[in-house]
């Protein structure tokens, strides 16, 4: 089973940046779709942005030219830089196939503050 372990989460000031980290375990992340989710207190997880094998790349409409998903296969790691972060970004962020049929990780989580 592929483990999931993101990082890189913290409590930072509205219009800073944050870049999110997600390392997996198993050999296959090259072969999968990825995507970054997001949970906010009180509400679902959602899909912030996702990556195909062949790097196209899509977001949700309040994060568009705000955030970039990336991934390095070499290293079976995906990540999120978020710049000019808003409050309501604050949540726990995940990463996971897409669509998710891995076990989540624990998640990073961010916090933005106005």
């Known amino acids: 089973q592929v483990q999931l372990v993101e990082s890189g989460g913290g409590l930072v000031q509205a219009g800073e940046s944050l870049r999110l980290s997600c390392a997996a375990s198993?050999?296959?992340?090259?072969?999968?779709?990825m995507g970054w989710y997001r949970q906010a207190p009180g509400k679902q997880r959602e899909l912030v942005a996702g990556?195909?094998?062949?790097?196209?790349?899509n977001y949700v409409d309040s994060v568009k030219g705000r955030f970039t998903i990336s991934r390095d296969d070499a290293k079976n790691t995906m990540y999120l830089q978020m710049n000019n972060l808003k409050p309501e970004d604050t949540a726990v962020y995940y990463c996971?196939?897409?669509?998710?049929?891995?076990?989540w990780g624990r998640g990073t989580q961010v916090t933005v503050s106005s």
């Open positions: 990556i195909s094998r062949l790097f196209r790349t």
């Open positions: 198993g050999s296959i992340f090259s072969f999968t779709v």
């Open positions: 996971n196939t897409y669509p998710a049929s891995w076990n």
